[in-house]
């Protein structure tokens, strides 16, 4: 079965800094997708980013980029120029080409920003 | 904005009563996921639904059903209910069960089901 691993209960950063959040997974698939979710205080759960397993070029979206390795199964989140609105907890998922396709989740990454 | 809607946002009740949570996909998406989140921890995937049918069954408790209705909403029940279900309620639609594991899921904000 995989499993998702985030290593880092809470990080903090100093406001237009650049944090890594780590996370890690173990599968013997091949082919995946790999996704980070932002949940902020609200409590809403946001979409960060996604990544193809097949695609070797890294996602971007704007000050949010990974760093995929597939061969270390290690799929990081780096956020550029952090901001106050940023602060959130982070959770990183991996979603099966199993029949069912479901999202199995990391317990998360709190993140504060500090000002 | 996901466009995935949940109502109720907040419910308070009593122990052993019922409470329906209900979901509207995002237009255009077949699959509706239900998840349970507990204060301070990860989201526990509930029961998934595809165009009408059960696809797929998580950690549900037997006091728990659901369903999707030919208009494609879905609903939660939560019957005999205990102070240990008080959380966060997610539904999340994507387009496929069928489509494809990129289909990403979007969430709703999410039923607060306080049991006192």
């Not at chain 1, 290593?7 to 091949?30: G, H, K």
């Not at chain 1, 980029?65 to 609105?85: E, M, R, T």
């Not at chain 1, 990183?92 to 998360?108: E, K, P």
């Not at chain 2, 949940?6 to 949570?21: N, S, Y």
């Amino acid at each position: 079965a995989q499993t998702v691993t985030q290593s880092q209960p809470e990080m903090s950063v100093q406001e237009a800094e650049t944090v890594t959040l780590s996370c890690t997974y173990d599968t013997s698939e091949s082919d995946y997708y790999l996704f980070w979710y932002k949940q902020p205080p609200s409590r809403q759960m946001i979409l960060v980013i996604r990544q193809e397993a097949y695609k070797q070029q890294n996602a971007t979206e704007n000050r949010f980029s990974v760093n995929f390795q597939k061969a270390a199964k290690s799929f990081s989140l780096k956020i550029s120029d952090s901001q106050l609105g940023d602060a959130a907890m982070y959770f990183c998922a991996y979603r099966s080409m199993d029949s069912n396709y479901q999202l199995i989740w990391g317990a998360g990454t709190k993140l504060i920003i500090k000002p | 904005d996901s466009g995935v809607t949940q109502t109720p946002k907040h419910l308070i009740t009593a122990t052993g009563q019922r409470v329906t949570l209900r979901c509207s996909p995002r237009s255009g998406d077949l699959s509706v996921y239900w998840y349970q989140q507990s204060l301070d921890q990860g989201l526990q995937f509930l029961i998934q639904y595809y165009n009408g049918e059960e696809r797929a069954k998580g950690n549900i408790l037997e006091r728990f059903s659901a369903q999707q209705f030919p208009d494609l909403h879905s609903e939660l029940n939560l019957s005999s209910l205990e102070l240990g279900d008080s959380a966060l309620y997610f539904c999340a639609s994507s387009v496929g069960g069928l489509g494809g594991p990129g289909n990403t899921i979007y969430f709703g904000e999410g039923s607060w089901l306080t049991v006192v």
